[in-house]
């Protein structure tokens, strides 16, 4: 009998095979919008309502779905429940240089633990800003892990200070063996562990049976091969093959990302696009040609200074006549297309995220663990907001579960 959550992620799945010519497609390497009856509702679109779409994923839904039908059950599969978190309040001393709202996020994820007693494991710690709140809520030791060095001292000087038990260690999750960490402690947390991290996490805290095991996945495609590697059973025999191109759909929900930040970036993409604009028409080259990432910086300089630049960067040699203002007037049209593309793939974002969410859950219930999903704070606070919690379900599990 399979699980709800094997029942959803199949539900989805099909969905998105369904949709897949909506979101599996490179917005960057299209000509022009390539679904010819969106194509009048989205040219009529001027940029702002296109920011507000991407900001409402109800109304972006409500526009689409009389042309993608699929969304409406797609919402419904992706919602996940919300935790109805406390207020907390902690002693300022223990929330100094903890910036913005990284804050709130730690007052709802701790709140969403619930009871903290025992040993705890903090996976990637940075500085161990929630293990010191594990530590002042009522932890018996908690052991931090952390590769870099200096966010390790910097931990742990503060927990000194704040007399709180914690200990780091400096390793390398991917490359150090810390699987034994699993076998002493009675629970493990990883708190935004990008891709690789969090799945060495789930992989060796399972195969330690540790008792309970809590992630808030994040970066998914970050350490991990382009073509996505499932975790379960009914992941491997997926049909979506994902790519990073697809993974990191489920990460553009930018709700959080400062004014400035989103100028900076759309300067960036009207900028290579009128790059691949003139570098086609110099080489003859029909595809789109990735230059790249580069220190944002180069923005503040001008067109041209970063087009050679980007010529460099690929060994191409530009004429002295090359008139700017027309490539970036060509690379102002091609965002204006390339935004419209993503706006359409963006009502598939956490369709994408709560699906490789599943395959998570699903990885884990498989090797013994009952499983809770929920959103441990709003979106405003952090898009990355899913919180996995599994619990081993018996201690003397051997074999696999079917799920
Ligand atoms: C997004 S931060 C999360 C930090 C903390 N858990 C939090 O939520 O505030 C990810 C952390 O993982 C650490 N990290 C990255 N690769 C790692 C590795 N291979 N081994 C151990 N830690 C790693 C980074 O140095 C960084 O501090």
Not at 4 to 10: C, D, E, P, Q, V
Not at 61 to 83: A, D, H, N, R, Y
Not at 204 to 230: D, N, R
Request: aromatic share 8%; charged share 25%.
């Amino acid at each position: 009998m399979p699980s709800a959550f094997a029942t959803r992620f199949l539900q989805l799945e099909h969905l998105l095979v369904q949709t897949r010519q909506y979101w599996q497609l490179i917005a960057f390497e299209q000509g022009s919008i390539p679904w010819e009856a969106l194509r009048p509702l989205l040219d009529s679109l001027c940029d702002d309502e296109v920011r507000r779409l991407d900001g409402d994923p109800d109304a972006l839904v409500g526009l689409l779905s009389p042309f993608i039908p699929e969304l409406e059950q797609l919402t419904s599969l992706v919602s996940l429940p919300q935790c109805n978190s406390r207020s907390m309040s902690f002693p300022f001393w223990l929330e100094n240089g903890i910036k913005g709202r990284k804050v709130e996020q730690l007052h709802a994820f701790v709140d969403a633990l619930g009871t903290i007693e025992g040993s705890w494991l903090e996976w990637c710690a940075g500085k161990g800003h929630l293990g010191r709140m594990l530590g002042f809520m009522g932890a018996e030791t908690v052991t931090s892990i952390e590769l870099q060095q200096t966010l390790c001292a910097d931990g742990q000087k503060s927990a000194e200070h704040q007399r709180l038990p914690l200990n780091f260690i400096c390793k390398d999750v991917l490359k150090d063996d810390v699987s034994q960490e699993f076998k002493t402690h009675d629970h493990a947390v990883a708190l935004h562990a990008c891709g690789r991290l969090h799945e060495t996490f789930l992989r060796q805290g399972s195969a330690a049976k540790c008792k309970q095991l809590i992630v808030s996945p994040c970066c998914y495609h970050l350490f991990t091969p382009h073509e996505y590697e499932a975790m379960s059973e009914l992941g491997a025999k997926s049909n979506l093959n994902l790519t990073h191109n697809d993974v990191k759909l489920a990460l553009q929900e930018t709700v959080t990302a400062p004014n400035r930040t989103t100028k900076v970036r759309q300067k960036e993409t009207v900028w290579r696009l009128g790059f691949d604009a003139l570098q086609r028409e110099v080489t003859g080259n029909r595809s789109y040609l990735s230059v790249p990432s580069v220190g944002k910086q180069i923005f503040s300089d001008s067109f041209s200074a970063f087009c050679h630049w980007a010529a460099e960067q690929k060994g191409i040699s530009l004429p002295a006549n090359v008139d700017y203002p027309h490539f970036l007037k060509l690379g102002e049209k091609r965002k204006h297309t390339t935004d419209r593309i993503e706006l359409v793939r963006h009502a598939f974002r956490r369709a994408i995220e709560i699906w490789l969410v599943l395959d998570r859950v699903l990885y884990l219930q498989a090797k013994g663990y009952d499983v809770e999903v929920f959103e441990f704070c709003p979106k405003a606070l952090t898009p990355r907001n899913v919180f996995i919690k599994g619990v081993l379900n018996n201690q003397d599990n051997k074999g696999e579960h079917n799920v």
